[in-house]
């Protein structure tokens, strides 16, 4: 049974930095593309990041320069460090399978301050 949880958001002012965390389990890790998604209020699920598993990233321009995803195969977890935050970023952060195969975790808030 695959299990995602994701922890490390909060509530910082514009400028600011946050660093997520996503632990996964019940899968063969190391072999999938992981991302990051988010989903602001009244909006869609969108993709914010993804990493293969040799290390190759994506990010789409609303995103790019600020922030970076990265992982640790040892210890199944996927990190995202997120720079300069804009009130924009505000959202539920999620971590999933690229494309988005494994049953949703809670989520963690990331609420931005203008």
């Known amino acids: 049974q695959v299990q995602l949880m994701e922890s490390g958001g909060g509530l910082v002012q514009a400028g600011g930095s946050l660093r997520l965390s996503c632990a996964a389990s019940g899968m063969i890790f190391s072999i999938n593309r992981m991302g990051w998604y988010r989903q602001a209020p009244g909006k869609q699920r969108e993709l914010v990041a993804v990493i293969s598993s040799e290390g190759d990233t994506y990010y789409p321009d609303s995103v790019k320069g600020r922030f970076t995803v990265s992982r640790d195969n040892a210890k199944n977890m996927v990190y995202l460090q997120m720079n300069s935050l804009k009130p924009g970023d505000t959202g539920v952060y999620y971590c999933?399978?690229?494309?988005?195969?494994?049953?949703w975790g809670q989520g963690t808030q990331v609420t931005v301050s203008s």
């Open positions: 999933n399978a690229w494309p988005a195969t494994a049953p």
